[in-house]
């Protein structure tokens, strides 16, 4: 094969196989990804037949990580990211630490030294980015309360293990390796302290320079009328933002994409900049898997069968449970503490590149890469199941454990309303569901009304600040009677849906029907299937966001010729049960 066809060559048998494996892995029911796995380990080196690149390979599977935290990015904004900073940063420090723990203990009963040790323990303790966001997305859970939490920790995950790539190297000699070149005589604390400036130096950066900088890009760009040129643009910003972010100031490729996703959602025009970048972010996020199926020799299965379940329980028991308990322990609710259990049984990208440096520098042996490749392939390809296994086992312990009751419904004080709340705000009240963009408008608009409201909000720690200024909040998800209740429900005038989940809202409306039969309901939705669904649920108003972008427009436009709007009604309206 021709060197300069090894790129073309790479791509169409990644694409092609991954495509034929994929589609089979569906047709059995299996998640698609076990077909891309399949399909790397069938053109990698361990097994007999056309090899592609793998170099090569890795190389475009973190174009598909930048492109995948880019568009994570547009959709999370520095407020979602400061929000859940009370749980992602604990929680994560100390995931890490118990899993790197159990990773550690469990190479010291094999008789690896120390520095293995560590690297081992280190590698098996971080979740990978591509699959945790592919999992969140496929359940439409990436933008609730929970999948903030999952996140956020994951970027505190990142900042880790950024300092651990850089300290490494200085600390080989110490850990009984081989330290690299030139790598030992600096001061540990010098290097330290240079990392931290640099990562302190790139949110600065981001933050002064590039929220101001993206979205204007973005806005002379959209101007031109040239498709081909926003989407380019799109590309180039979060290609451009990774690789300078991370030759620069050293932070990860993913990290710097995920801030410059984070800038650019300042725009008007970054819901148009995902929709753009969603194309090339799947075909990219494909490569990474077929990818990691690369890197991996079955043999290892055969040779070491107990030294790989070892690992995989690490991965998919301890950290999950590890994740659990720590959730529980900051009073979030049990369905949160399960997702974000389920969300960091595995691992990918980091733990590659960890894994790597660690045979690189003489501190992990051949063999314990090939345990943490091992332990990737496994945790990745059984993790969409875990997830889909989340909603099964907290209904099977709510129905068999008062315990698991009890931690759904606890003694939280944010999921009660204060007894000091002034009761004249508790009857005729409106019960709004969602303090996002669009809860935030809504509640500032009844405030000036002087119309009393309870706000039902899953961010914990947005419930607290509410409460800080005075507002009636409850914590928790309204889908639950319990926290409807809370909301006094049974008294209220008014039930407004505020968050784009037609499902639970269904089942807010049967809830708060059958506490209140003449409860008004309204909600929002972006389809129009779902607001027929909905009206035929007699729900009393439901607002449909494109609907009602013409009827503001068209009203403007009427308004300044003098005409009378010619646009549809905004509602899809039903009787009120």
């Known amino acids: 094969m021709p060197h300069e066809l090894s790129l073309i060559t790479t791509i169409a048998a990644a694409l092609g196989l991954a495509l034929i494996l994929g589609l089979l892995a569906s047709r059995l029911r299996m998640p698609p990804l076990v077909g891309y796995l399949l399909a790397g380990i069938a053109i990698g080196p361990a097994t007999p037949g056309f090899v592609a690149d793998v170099h090569l390979a890795g190389q475009l599977a973190e174009i598909g990580v930048m492109l995948l935290m880019f568009g994570v990015g547009l959709h999370f904004s520095v407020d979602d990211l400061l929000s859940v900073r009370r749980i992602a940063v604990p929680g994560a420090i100390v ?13 010291a009963l094999w008789g690896w030294n120390l520095g293995a040790a560590l690297v081992f323990g280190l590698a098996l303790s971080v979740a990978s980015t591509v699959v945790l966001l592919r999992a969140l997305e496929s359940r439409g859970v990436l933008q609730s309360g929970n999948g903030r939490i999952a996140v956020g920790w994951l970027v505190v995950e990142d900042l880790v293990m950024v300092l651990v790539l850089v300290l490494l190297p200085p600390l080989a000699g110490l850990l009984a390796g ?14 330290l302290g240079l990392t931290l400036a640099k990562v302190a130096a790139f949110i ?21 009328g040239s498709r081909e040129l926003f989407t380019l643009c799109v590309v180039a910003a979060a290609v451009g933002v990774a690789y300078g972010s991370a030759m620069l100031f050293d932070v990860s490729f993913a990290l710097g994409a995920f801030f410059a996703g984070m800038m650019m ?15 090339l972010r799947d075909a990219f996020s494909v490569l990474f898997f077929v990818s990691v199926g690369m890197l991996f020799d079955p043999a290892v299965l055969v040779q070491e069968p107990l030294k790989v379940v070892a690992v995989v329980a690490i991965i998919m028991l301890g950290k999950t449970l590890a994740a659990i308990v720590l959730v529980l322990v900051l009073r979030y609710p ?17 733990s590659f590149i960890l894994a790597g440096l660690g045979v690189a520098l003489g501190l992990l042996p051949a063999a314990g890469q090939d345990l943490i490749l091992a332990g ?5 390809a059984f993790n969409p199941l875990l997830f889909a296994a989340v909603e099964p086992a907290q209904a099977w312990s709510r129905s068999r454990s008062a315990r698991a009751r009890r931690l759904d419904q606890r003694s939280d004080p ?14 005729g009240q409106v019960v709004l569901v969602g303090y996002g963009r669009v809860g935030r408008r809504i509640a500032d ?29 409850v914590s928790g998800d309204a889908s639950d009677p319990a926290v409807l209740i809370q909301a006094h429900i049974a008294r209220a005038a008014m039930l407004v849906i505020a968050v784009a989940d037609s499902l639970k809202a269904r089942e807010m409306v049967k809830i708060a029907r059958t506490l209140n039969p003449a409860i008004e309901t309204v909600l929002r939705t972006h389809n129009e299937d779902e607001a027929d669904l909905l009206r035929r649920d007699n729900v009393s108003a439901v607002f449909l966001g494109e609907r009602e972008l013409a009827r503001g427009m068209a009203g403007y436009v009427s308004a300044r010729l003098g005409a009378e709007p010619a646009v549809s009604a905004p509602t899809v309206r039903g009787k009120a049960g």
Do not use: C, K
């Not at 995931?95 to 190479?107: E, K």
């Not at 600065?204 to 031109?224: D, E, I, N, Q, S």
């Not at 119309?451 to 039902?456: D, F």
């Open 376 to 380: 990737a392939l496994v945790s990745i």
């Open 95 to 107: 995931q890490i630490a118990v899993a790197t723990a159990l990773g550690m203990a469990t190479a």
């Open 178 to 191: 081989r330290p690299e070149a030139g790598g030992g005589g600096g001061s540990l604390w010098i290097t």
């Open 334 to 350: 049990l369905n949160t503490a399960l997702t974000v259990g389920a969300s960091l049984a595995q691992i990918g990208e980091f």
């Open 265 to 279: 959602r300042e725009s008007e025009f970054s819901h148009r900049a995902a929709e753009e970048s969603l194309p």
């Open 414 to 427: 944010l999921a009660e309303l204060p007894m000091s709340t002034d009761q004249s705000r508790l009857t």
């Open 445 to 473: 608009a009844l405030a000036d009304q002087q119309i009393p409201y309870v706000v039902a909000e899953q961010n914990r720690d947005l419930v607290r600040e509410l409460r800080t200024r005075g507002m009636a909040a």
């Open 204 to 224: 600065v950066l981001m933050l002064l320079v590039g929220r101001r900088a993206f979205p204007r890009l973005l806005w002379l760009v959209a101007h031109t």
